[in-house]
């Protein structure tokens, strides 16, 4: 009898090992791989409606016929990792092909003035100014936007540029990125990156490849 029970717990032993390698295994694909098991088609339906405001960053052209909203922002690890990686080939294929349309809406739930002011520069340099140097900034390191160095580059695109000084320095309320805040949350959205194609709601980092087979499927639907 005792050996009977001896064996039983070796197996139960053999058997929670396993589990526990498998479940390890899980995590550090997903750490490393963080789009390896999404699918595709796995989203949720949009419960409000996403607008559109004149300081949403847009890529590609109004014509397109298929349109990405997208909260977003420099301190996240997948959003940033999503600009790096994914976004210059669906830029290359989709949206400087007039298929695809991206708009940028920027959140900072947290609410750190750092990052706010960050944010806000951004949109009002990409409205008045020139968004590719900032964004790639950004994007290149988080922590930037606390720097002095990072204040000193703003001030100059304050000073070169009245209207983006105007913009910049009069809406220090943060309203636009407030009403972000607040659009996010109504819509019952969590995490980012987050993207909204037709009323579908597809939450995390997704690839190319994802992409691919996301834009067939919303094109016909």
Request: aromatic residues 14%; charged residues 20%.
């Amino acid at each position: 009898m005792a050996s009977d029970k001896t064996k039983t717990v070796r197996w139960l032993s053999y058997l929670i090992s396993v589990l526990l390698i498998v479940l390890i295994s899980i995590k550090l694909i997903s750490h490393f791989h963080p789009g390896l098991f999404n699918s595709a088609t796995l989203y949720s339906n949009l419960i409000g409606e996403v607008k559109e405001h004149d300081l949403d960053i847009v890529f590609g052209s109004d014509t397109a016929s298929l349109t990405v909203y997208l909260y977003s922002h420099y301190t996240c690890k997948y959003c940033v990792k999503f600009f790096q990686e994914e976004f210059p080939k669906i830029e290359e294929e989709y949206i400087n092909t007039g298929k695809v349309r991206f708009v940028l809406k920027f959140i900072e739930l947290g609410r750190n003035q750092d990052v706010l002011y960050s944010l806000q520069a951004a949109v009002c340099v990409n409205k008045y100014g020139s968004f590719e140097k900032l964004h790639k900034l950004l994007l290149a390191d988080k922590m930037v936007v606390f720097t002095q160095e990072f204040k000193n580059l703003i001030s100059g695109f304050i000073g070169d540029n009245s209207d983006v000084a105007e913009c910049i320095l009069n809406n220090n309320n943060y309203n636009y990125l407030y009403a972000n805040n607040r659009e996010f949350m109504q819509l019952g959205l969590k995490g980012t990156p987050t993207f909204i194609i037709n009323k579908h709601v597809y939450s995390g980092y997704r690839s190319y490849r994802d992409f691919e087979k996301i834009f067939d499927k919303e094109s016909v639907e």
